[in-house]
């Protein structure tokens, strides 16, 4: 059974760059949820796909936006890139028939804006 | 999703038992008690959850009280590979696909030799 992974594992962009990071789902997965992580604090949600499309969106701006492809593998795109998008990225996937939704987090693509 | 309080650090012995505390005091009567870690520089495991009963598995114990307002994780025998910053989330679980983990700052707890 393979993991989460995703690529690259560092960036870094200078501010107003468009970036795009990369997720592969554990084997199996048709969810994928996206999380940013900053400095010293817990994991904040961005949104979620399911079956190619957003399922869900936390408090984030229209700037980042998401594919899911049918294999399940997500891309996180985020334009007009800001010093305060600096962090920690995790895309995590689940499978939508588990009534728990356990979700299995990759480890994650570290974005520096300078 | 129910707000949680938890200590923002702990110290613990190797080998020792290793008590983590959860307050969710205003947890509704459908929402499970989950604990994730993230050891540094990962992403969060998962390693619990529970709805109202004592649960183990063979990473953890967890302890929810009779009226629901707090937990404790216990990790039995703690070891150096246990320090990680510790998150106890109160979520609703409907299947599904559409649900979130809404993480606090968790507690960081360092196993010391």
């Known amino acids: 059974e393979t993991g989460v992974t995703q690529s690259p594992t560092h960036l870094i962009k200078t501010r107003g760059q468009q970036v795009t990071l990369r997720c592969s789902s554990q084997?199996?997965?048709?969810?994928v949820s996206w999380y940013q992580q900053a400095l010293g604090q817990g994991p904040q949600f961005i949104f979620q796909?399911?079956?190619?499309?957003?399922?869900g969106r936390g408090n984030f701006p229209p700037r980042f936006s998401g594919l899911q492809f049918p294999n399940y593998s997500s891309e996180l795109n985020v334009n007009a890139l800001e010093l305060d998008d600096s962090a920690l990225y995790l895309c995590?996937?689940?499978?939508?028939?588990?009534?728990?939704?356990?979700?299995?987090f990759g480890p994650g693509t570290r974005l520096t804006v300078l | 999703d129910a707000k949680t309080t938890q200590p923002p650090s702990m110290d613990c012995a190797e080998g020792r038992a290793a008590n983590l505390p959860c307050n969710h005091s205003?947890?509704?009567?459908?929402?499970?008690v989950y604990w994730y870690r993230q050891i540094h520089s990962q992403g969060p495991q998962y390693i619990i959850h529970?709805?109202?009963n004592n649960e183990t598995n063979e990473m953890a114990s967890l302890i929810i009280t009779e009226d629901r307002k707090s937990s404790t994780l216990i990790l039995p025998h703690a070891t150096l590979r246990d320090t990680a910053v510790y998150y106890c989330?109160?979520?609703?679980?409907?299947?599904?696909?559409?649900?979130?983990?809404?993480f606090g700052k968790g507690t960081l707890l360092t196993v010391n030799p």
């Open positions: 995590a996937s689940s499978l939508s028939s588990d009534r728990y939704n356990e979700q299995f």
């Open positions: 796909y399911y079956r190619e499309e957003e399922n």
């Open positions: 205003t947890i509704s009567g459908n929402e499970y």
């Open positions: 989330i109160v979520r609703v679980v409907s299947g599904g696909s559409n649900y979130k983990l809404t």
């Open positions: 529970g709805l109202k």
């Open positions: 084997s199996g997965h048709n969810t």
